[in-house]
């Protein structure tokens, strides 16, 4: 597990790190910690290596906000389980836009780390154990649900997008893989099930993903698939 935090106050960052060490030590674990003191080298460090499993990110920065930071962060690693720090609760209030897990209020103590890691940890363990195993011409691949942009029928078979830009192609029925799917994927159209942690909006006749990948949606499912997106943004947060 890599867990980072980017925060522009040096002795916040030093005593958060205290915070980690003795958090872990009591469940006699170890786990990998970065340290960010500015956005720009969070950024590039997503860049070069994308693998952050829990982040926790100032709201206030001196160049860019920290909801500005994590719609940039969403872009790249939707699925990271973003914690926001802030000395002002009321701007945490807008982390529901970029789907935030939970917000910690300087300064912080003990017990307000614990409670939140705890709660982050058993999500990340559970959303960990969430895969498809997708067989093709003699392949066997392993996928993860957090993986999965979407999923479309395309020339008699199905066609996995996935975040790494690669596609998976899969050869049971769509409904086949729709019942072995989670809560978070919905069949917005008959030929289409999209990953409702990478939908931006939903429009007249589409679903807006990130990257400005867009898919139908059928008007028979838009009004269920709108409720479902707003309970699904509702719930990602505190």
Not at 144 to 159: A, D, Q
Not at 175 to 194: A, N, P, S, W
Not at 211 to 230: A, C, D, E, G, W
């Amino acid at each position: 597990m890599k867990i980072c935090i980017c925060d522009d106050e040096k002795d916040f960052i030093h005593n958060f790190q205290l915070l980690l060490e003795q958090y872990f030590k009591k469940r006699k674990t170890i786990h990998h910690f970065n340290f960010f003191e500015n956005e720009e080298d969070l950024l590039s460090y997503l860049d070069s290596q994308n693998d952050i499993d829990i982040l926790f990110l100032d709201i206030k920065f001196q160049t860019y906000s920290g909801i500005e930071i994590a719609e940039k962060i969403r872009a790249i690693n939707p699925s990271v389980i973003l914690i926001f720090l802030t000395a002002f609760p009321e701007y945490a209030l807008s982390g529901y836009k970029v789907k935030a897990f939970d917000y910690l209020v300087k300064p912080l103590s003990y017990t307000q780390l614990e409670n939140v890691l705890d709660r982050a940890i058993s999500e990340l363990t559970s959303n960990k154990n969430n895969f498809l195993v997708v067989k093709d011409s003699g392949n066997i691949f392993k996928i993860k649900f957090s993986e999965i942009v979407y999923i479309e029928t395309y020339n008699r078979n199905i066609l996995f997008h996935l975040t790494s830009r690669s596609e998976i192609t899969g050869h049971e029925s769509l409904k086949t893989y729709e019942t072995k799917l989670d809560k978070r994927f919905y069949r917005c159209h008959t030929g289409y099930i999209v990953n409702m942690a990478y939908v931006t909006s939903i429009q007249k006749d589409c679903a807006v993903l990130n990257l400005n990948i867009t898919i139908p949606v059928s008007r028979y499912k838009k009004k269920k698939f709108q409720m479902l997106f707003t309970d699904f943004l509702c719930n990602s947060i505190f």
